[in-house]
T-cell receptor, first 116, second 113 residues
Framework: EAGVAQSPRYKIIEKRQSVAFWCNPI?????LYWYQQILGQGPKLLIQ??????VDDSQLPKDRFSAERLKGVDSTLKIQPAKLEDSAVYLC???WGPGSGNTEAFFGQGTRLTVV | AQTVTQSQPEMSVQEAETVTLSCTYD???????LFWYKQPPSRQMILVIR??????QNATENRFSVNFQKAAKSFSLKISDSQLGDAAMYFC??????????FGQGTRLTINP
């Protein structure tokens, strides 16, 4: 089966500009996650979707970050305006929904964002 | 809130030797899952091994095995017969049901030829 697809792989922007990342999860996966991984740290959840509804966005900086998953399939994560501290790798992951008995989350290759 | 701690920022091992990576976690739950993920320079997280908390038997996947101590909230990863391809960042992670994965800070593993 095809894996989790993310684009772009790399992005360099100036501070105060906007940027968007795209993720296409594995077909049939109801749950989609966006993680932020700052260099030298473990990934931190930004937002979790169950189909097209938000399950957890408690650590999403809502004044500048937004995410959507309109049709319950692919998703976009946007940052506007970007700050220097947003430089990180943004990882998308997907998994089967609750009750499936399968707990494995599959990750994409991530987008490395550099804000200058 | 659940937390995961990896106290070894870096580890190194000679090729073909055995190495153990440590992980401790904090939770008040009794039913959860623990994972070890490998992240090579390509950045893609790859699942190495998974442990269900309700299972007493330690999980094993070929050269990878865990030592799960539920009472001590400890979950270490043992890599036997280390290979050059095992070099990567290793992350311990906790998950309850369909909730988010909570990751540790990671351990960078170097394999010396």
């Amino acid at each position: 089966e095809a894996g989790v697809a993310q684009s772009p792989r790399y992005k360099i922007i100036e501070k105060r500009q906007s940027v968007a990342f795209w993720c296409n999860p594995i077909s049939g996966h109801a749950t989609l996650y966006w993680y932020q991984q700052i260099l030298g740290q473990g990934p931190k959840l930004l937002i979790q979707f169950q189909n097209n509804g938000v399950v957890d966005d408690s650590q999403l900086p809502k004044d500048r970050f937004s995410a959507e998953r309109l049709k319950g399939v692919d998703s976009t994560l946007k940052i506007q305006p970007a700050k220097l501290e947003d430089s990180a790798v943004y990882l998308c992951a997907s998994s089967w929904g609750p009750g499936s008995g399968n707990t494995e989350a599959f990750f994409g290759q991530g987008t490395r964002l550099t804000v200058v | 809130a659940q937390t995961v701690t990896q106290s070894q920022p870096e580890m190194s091992v000679q090729e073909a030797e055995t190495v153990t990576l440590s992980c401790t976690y904090d939770t008040s739950e009794s039913d959860y899952y623990l994972f070890w993920y490998k992240q090579p320079p390509s950045r893609q997280m790859i699942l190495v091994i998974r442990q269900e908390a309700y299972k007493q038997q330690n999980a094993t996947e070929n050269r990878f095995s865990v030592n799960f101590q539920k009472a001590a909230k400890s979950f270490s990863l043992k890599i036997s017969d280390s290979q050059l391809g095992d070099a990567a960042m290793y992350f311990c992670a906790y998950r309850r049901g369909a909730q988010k994965l909570v990751f540790g800070q990671g351990t960078r593993l170097t394999i010396n030829p």
